[in-house]
């Protein structure tokens, strides 16, 4: 069966770096369209960055230049590189496969101030 696995959260200070990995199994993400998402507690769960079949990214206004979504097609893999973090990104960080709706189980992300 499909699997997505994220990885990579943790508590990091306003203005640091981290990067979320989406390891995938039970399928193959070449040209997938493929997105993060993010959700805070209590709130609804928001689009953050997709990358198309065609590998370019798409960018929520919020986050344009400072995080970047990739992927490594070898360890079927899905990245997101965020820099430049601030509180207001805290957040569970999910990956997901457009078609077929498969979705990982989150990733916490905590931004101290």
């Known amino acids: 069966q499909v699997q997505l696995v994220e990885s990579g959260g943790g508590l990091v200070q306003a203005g640091g770096s981290l990067r979320l990995s989406c390891a995938a199994s039970g399928i193959t993400l070449n040209r997938k369209s493929m997105g993060w998402y993010r959700q805070v507690l209590g709130g609804q769960r928001e689009l953050v960055a997709s990358?198309?079949?065609?590998?370019?990214?798409i960018y929520a206004d919020f986050v344009k230049g400072r995080f970047t979504i990739s992927r490594d097609y070898a360890k079927n893999t899905l990245y997101l590189q965020m820099n430049s973090l601030k509180p207001e990104d805290t957040a569970v960080y999910y990956c997901?496969?457009?078609?077929?709706?498969?979705w990982g189980q989150g990733t916490q992300v905590p931004v101290s101030s």
């Open positions: 990358i198309t079949s065609g590998d370019s990214g």
């Open positions: 997901t496969i457009f078609t077929g709706a498969y």
